[in-house]
């Protein structure tokens, strides 16, 4: 029940907004670098929590192949503050309270949540790469395996 538009190979949306600390952060802050930009429901929840820290534990990885990490969730600043302390994030998080980045990259909408269906983030993560493009997008994000998930994309050649 995935509801993003966005294709590999397409530009990857730009966008600006506040991370844990209150400071500017976009798109623009990661020209000529390779991005993990993953989005994911909301701080402090089970599935969040495995999810991000996974990609924590695996952080010195990816940054040795030249990635950054940046999660997005609906979250403020301040709840950004708080998860990011209690679990050691080296990475940021960006607060898109007004979801303007979670809907330009089209992963807001109905999704099914314990049973029901709820409108929602979908857990959906973007591989860019240098020049702004979308390399490669997991849909189907395994909240304790995503790093594996990342690197098993970065083996696959890029379909486009």
Request: proline share 4%; net charge positive.
């Amino acid at each position: 029940m995935s509801c993003t538009h966005l294709k590999i190979g397409d530009k990857a949306p730009s966008f600006n907004g506040l991370n844990q600390d209150g400071e500017s952060i976009s798109l623009d802050d990661y020209k000529g670098k390779k991005l993990i930009l993953f989005f994911y429901p909301k701080d402090d929840t089970p599935g969040c929590t495995k999810e991000a820290c996974n990609l924590r534990d695996n952080f010195r990885y990816f940054k040795k192949i030249g990635f950054s990490i940046l999660g997005v969730s609906p979250d403020n600043v301040k709840k950004h503050r708080k998860f990011t302390d209690k679990y050691e994030f080296q990475y940021p998080l960006l607060a898109d309270v007004e979801k303007e980045t979670i809907n330009a990259y089209g992963v807001w909408g109905p999704k099914k949540f314990m049973g029901r269906e709820i409108v929602g983030v979908h857990r959906t993560t973007f591989l860019i790469d240098e020049e702004g493009k979308i390399s490669h997008i997991i849909k189907k994000v395994k909240t304790k395996e995503h790093s594996n998930q990342i690197k098993q994309e970065l083996e696959s050649p890029a379909i486009s």
